[in-house]
């Protein structure tokens, strides 16, 4: 098995750094947010778009998580250990 086939097998990868972002939409338009989360350090990139409420929510859980992981086919963050 090659390796660039091994890496297209891998379906689950750590998150190794996760970049909040903000997006101008134009005048009296709302902006976006996003979270581009970095996987087995620079590996592979994921971009996730949430609300502003979820958000919120989703960066308290990634900082008291212990690991992140991101399902690369089923597009799911995996928290570990929550403290």
Do not use: C
Request: charged share 25%; aromatic share 8%; no cysteine.
């Amino acid at each position: 098995m090659s390796e660039q086939h091994t890496e297209q097998t891998i379906k689950v990868r750590q998150v190794t750094d996760v970049h909040a972002n903000w997006s101008n939409q134009g005048d009296l338009q709302n902006g976006k947010f996003s979270y581009q989360l970095i996987l087995d350090n620079g590996v592979q990139e994921a971009l996730i778009m949430p609300t502003p409420d979820d958000g919120k929510l989703l960066r308290d859980l990634i900082q008291d998580a212990d690991t992140l992981y991101w399902d690369t086919e089923k597009e799911i963050l995996i928290f570990g250990k929550i403290d």
